[in-house]
C-alpha cells in the first residue's frame, strides 16, 4: 500500500477514500487532490498487518488525519518545531510545514535585536522575512512582511500555535531594569501581539503568544517581561503562550531566575550540544527539570519538552535517531507528569531528513494512545478532516519501546564539544563567544 504526494496538488484528480474502523470507531472520510493505491477500507486487521495499533495511528502515519481542534496544551504528545533558519538550505513558506498535523506549535526564530535603530526591534526568519530579504519600516530596521500574514493564518486556521521567538545565541538582548523589560513587552505587544501600531509585521495578525531563546546578555528582568505580557493578555478573550528554551545544564544561566518568578506555559529544553544531551544517557537530565517544575516553577502545571536537533547536520552534538528518541518520549510519557512533548531545531532539518518530524510525531501519538486511551479516543472522537497535504517522503515508523534513562544530578563534561552549534542567521559574521563558564556550546549561531 502507498500514497503518492506531490507538491502541485492540482494536477492529480480528486479521490475520495472512505475509511472503516470496524471496532465502532465509525466511518471517516477523507478527500485529497492525490492518487491512492491499496485497499478501499482499512479496517483494524490491515492496520495491524502495518504495525499500527489502531486506525488513529495509522491515520497520523499516512498524513490523512487532520484535526483542526484548538491546540491542547495539557496533552504529553505536542509537537514544537522552529522556523525560520532554514537549517537545511531548503526552507519552504511557513505554510508548508503547517499542511499536516504533525506541527502543533511554530516558534519564528528569531527576533535577535530587542533595539535596533529607530528604536524598533529586527527579526531575521531568513528570506521570508528580514531586513536583508524584505521592505523595512521607514528609519528602522524592523521587516515589513505582509505576506507572512496569509501563512500564519493558515497554521492558525488549522489549530496550530505561531509564536514569535527573542534571542538566539549570538542575539543583542537583554534590559538594564525592570522599567526598561515592561516597556519592551509594551512593544512587543503592539508589534505582534494584541495591540496595535502603524509598524506591524505582520499587519493584523495576531501571533499566539512568544517564546524566550535567550543565551547572552545578562539574565535580568525577564520576569518583569513576562509579567507585562501576562497583564496585557488578561484582559483578552484570547489565549497567550509564553515559552523559553532553556539548555538542559540545571539551572539555566540566563533565563533560570525568570522561570522561578514568572509564569510560563512550556519550556522546550535544549538536550543538544551540551553534556546532559539526548546522546549522553548517564547524564541525561530530564527528571531534574521535572522536579524543577513541580517544586520551584512560578507556574506547576508548566510542560516540560524534550529539545532534540532534527538531523545530524542540525547541532554539533545531541543527535539521537528517530527509534531511539521515540524510546526517551514514551519513557517521559510513562514516569512525568510534567512532560508535554518534543521540540525540534528546525522545521527545515527535520523534513528534509526523511520526515524525522512525523516519525516523532507518529510515534508520540502511538505511545500516547497506548498509555492514556481515554484521552486520545476522545480527541479522536471530535476530529475533523482537511485535504491539504502536499508531499511527504516515505519514513519507516519507529518502534517505541521502554526506556529508563538514568536520572543522576549532571555534572560538567571532561571533553566539552568544540563543533559549531547549529541556528543559522544569514548575516554578516560575527565572533562566537563560548560560555566557557559552564563549559558548553552555545545552541545558537549566525553563519560564518
Keep these: 500500500m502507498s500514497v503518492t504526494y506531490c507538491r502541485d496538488c492540482y494536477h492529480l484528480s480528486m479521490c475520495t477514500m472512505a475509511f472503516e474502523n470496524r471496532n465502532n470507531l465509525g466511518w471517516w472520510k477523507y478527500a485529497s487532490h492525490r492518487t491512492y493505491k491499496g485497499p478501499s477500507v482499512v479496517d483494524g486487521k490491515t492496520a495491524a498487518m502495518f504495525g499500527f ?76 522575512c528580514a531586513d536583508w530579504s524584505s521592505p ?11 505576506s507572512m500574514a496569509t501563512q500564519i493564518k493558515a497554521c492558525q486556521s488549522k489549530g496550530k500555535l ?41 499587519g493584523s495578525v495576531i501571533l499566539d503568544g512568544v517564546d524566550l531563546d535567550i543565551e547572552s546578555g545578562t539574565a535580568a528582568h525577564y520576569a518583569a517581561f513576562v509579567n507585562r505580557i501576562r497583564s496585557h493578555a488578561s484582559g483578552t478573550s484570547k489565549k497567550y503562550y509564553i515559552t523559553a528554551a532553556p539548555q538542559c545544564p540545571y ?3 540566563f533565563i533560570g531566575d525568570a522561570l522561578n518568578a514568572a509564569s510560563f506555559d512550556a519550556v522546550y529544553v ?19 527539570w521535572d522536579n524543577w517544575a513541580k517544586t520551584k516553577s512560578a507556574n506547576k502545571n508548566i510542560k516540560v519538552y524534550i529539545g532534540a536537533p532534527g538531523s545530524p547536520d542540525a547541532a554539533g552534538e545531541g543527535y539521537v535517531d528517530a527509534t531511539t528518541l521515540a524510546n526517551y518520549v514514551k519513557s517521559a510519557q510513562q514516569k512525568y507528569s510534567s512532560f508535554g512533548g518534543v521540540m525540534l531545531w528546525d522545521a527545515d532539518s527535520a523534513y528534509s531528513n526523511n520526515r524525522f518530524d512525523k516519525a516523532i510525531k507518529t510515534a508520540m501519538v502511538a505511545s500516547a494512545e497506548q498509555l492514556f486511551p481515554s484521552e486520545f479516543s476522545s480527541t479522536l472522537a471530535t476530529s475533523t478532516h482537511s ?62
Design 251 to 253: 539551572p539555566d544561566a
Design 136 to 146: 523595512v519600516f521607514s528609519g528602522t530596521n524592523l521587516a515589513n512582511c505582509p
Design 53 to 128: 495499533r489502531s486506525f488513529a495511528s495509522l491515520a497520523l502515519a499516512l498524513g490523512i488525519l487532520h484535526s483542526v481542534l484548538a491546540f491542547d496544551s495539557t496533552r504529553k504528545d505536542n509537537l514544537a518545531v522552529y522556523w525560520g533558519q532554514d537549517g537545511a538550505g531548503s526552507q519552504q513558506d511557513l505554510s508548508f510545514y503547517c499542511e499536516d498535523d504533525t506541527i502543533n506549535v511554530i516558534p519564528l526564530a528569531f527576533l535577535y535585536i530587542f533595539r535596533g535603530p529607530g528604536g524598533d526591534p529586527v527579526v531575521d526568519l531568513g528570506d521570508q
Design 387 to 448: 485535504s491539504t497535504v502536499k508531499h511527504s517522503s516515505s519514513t519507516a515508523q519507529p518502534k517505541a519501546t521502554s526506556l529508563s534513562p538514568p536520572t543522576k544530578s549532571p555534572h560538567q563534561s571532561e571533553n566539552p564539544s568544540n563543533e559549531l552549534p547549529h541556528e543559522i542567521l544569514h548575516k554578516e559574521p560575527r565572533d562566537v563567544e563560548l560560555f566557557d563558564e559552564r563549559r558548553i556550546t552555545p545552541s545558537r549561531l549566525f553563519r560564518l
Design 270 to 288: 535544549q538536550f543538544y550540544n551540551n553534556y546532559c544531551g539526548l546522546d549522553q544517557p548517564s547524564d541525561y537530565n530530564f527528571a531534574t
Design 162 to 202: 505561531v509564536t514569535l521567538s527573542l534571542g538566539g545565541a549570538t542575539g543583542q538582548v537583554g534590559f538594564s531594569s525592570d522599567s526598561q523589560a515592561q516597556t519592551f513587552a509594551d512593544q512587543i505587544w503592539n508589534l505582534f501581539l494584541g495591540g496595535s501600531s502603524s509598524t506591524r509585521p505582520f
